[in-house]
């Protein structure tokens, strides 16, 4: 009945996960939520005042498909202000969040037989965005305890004549992995060696906590097959808006332009409005967000190493935490066997009510997902839970 490619992607574990917290809390239930992947606060009031009096104005209508020229000067001196980056206008195409950026950007860049590398482990939608065009994701192997840069050996193997492109997150969903500047130097390195177009989702940039943040097409001399993709929605707690976008190369942003034009026609109006006034507005919000999270982040991490055999290192942005559960598995909890992190994880939600995400999920068996993006009592009471749950497996 379906196309062929609608069997060549996968749900996502992560919003399969969200709405099966959702569900259990409406049955009344004591849930923790630890899955989510988005900051637990509210849109700033200065950008829902933009959004309302852009309505009462009047801007609710169809906009330039690649975003209004306002937004794109907005996110022009954003990229300038923040990230040092110098984009056009005509280099800019705003989209429905940092992932219909990636997702266009890939359809217009890659078919089949075409390969792209992607670090594992790596954001669920990785592989689908790229398996979806067609072409084939390959894996490359990290290392866990420097942050997930890439096991270099690995990468250079990986690379053939049909390589096309390669995928970097840093920070890191799921791992909150950041890449020092050495890594991400020697990867742009292999990359243009083998002139691959270079994505870089820095949608978690304003989310590092040990050092400043550098976007990666900073890094390099000729940026010209290097792809930014930002989005407003971790930066400004702007999930359900739908705005991300991607700065790059002019013919890569109109060729994406014509795709946006006949799929969703523009962003929706109403949420460009209230991106402008979000991106250009007072940052305020993002210092304190910031602040918090760190906070946050020592709670969970050192929560965590204080329970027997779990370990966690120190992710240096985004908000998760990726602790390494190797132990527990193919051992028992009341005479069944831990066969995987999916059965460790289902394990945390029905006899703990904690809800994480499972490592395979993300291309390692080995870990689950923890995401801060909720209050410290909620982090305190998920720790007490999993410590409870954990000491009774052997
Ligand atoms: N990239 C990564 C690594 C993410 O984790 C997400 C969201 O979870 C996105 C991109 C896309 O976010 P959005 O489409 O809301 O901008």
Known sequence: MFADRINRIQPSATLEMTAKAADLRSKGLDVINLSV???????????INAAK?????GYTKYTPGSGT????????AKLKRDNKLQYKPNEIIVSCGGKHSLYNACQVLFQKDDEVIIFSPYWVSFPDFVSVTGAKPVFVKTNAE????????????????????????????????????????????????NNLWVFSDECYEQLTYDSPFD?????????????TFQSCSKTYAMTG??????????KVIKAMSKLQGQSTSCPNSIAQYAAKEALIGNQEFVVNMRKTFKKRRKLIVDGLNNISNVSCDNPGGAFYVFPNIHFFLNKKYKGKI?????????????????????????????????????????????????EELFNKIK
């Open 241 to 250: 808006w739908r705005i991300g976008y991607t700065a790059g190369n002019e």
């Open 37 to 47: 992947g988005e900051p637990d606060f509210n849109t700033p009031d200065n950008i």
């Open 338 to 386: 831990i066969k995987n992190s999916s059965d460790l994880s289902m394990l945390l939600l029905e006899e703990k009510l904690v809800v994480s995400v499972s490592g395979n999920s993300f291309g390692s068996n080995d870990n689950i997902r923890l995401s801060y993006a909720a209050s410290e009592n909620d982090i305190n009471n998920a720790l007490i839970r999993m």
């Open 53 to 57: 009096k852009a309505m009462l104005e």
């Open 69 to 76: 020229l306002d937004l794109r000067k907005a996110v022009s």
């Open 215 to 227: 976007s990666i097409a900073t890094l390099s001399k000729n940026k010209e097959r290097i792809l």
């Open 146 to 193: 420097k942050q997930y840069e890439p096991i270099f050996e690995d990468l250079e193997k990986k690379i053939n004549s049909n390589t096309k492109g390669v995928i970097i997150n840093s920070p890191s969903n799921p791992t909150g992995g950041v890449w020092s500047k050495e890594a991400i130097l020697e990867t742009l390195k292999i990359a243009k060696k």
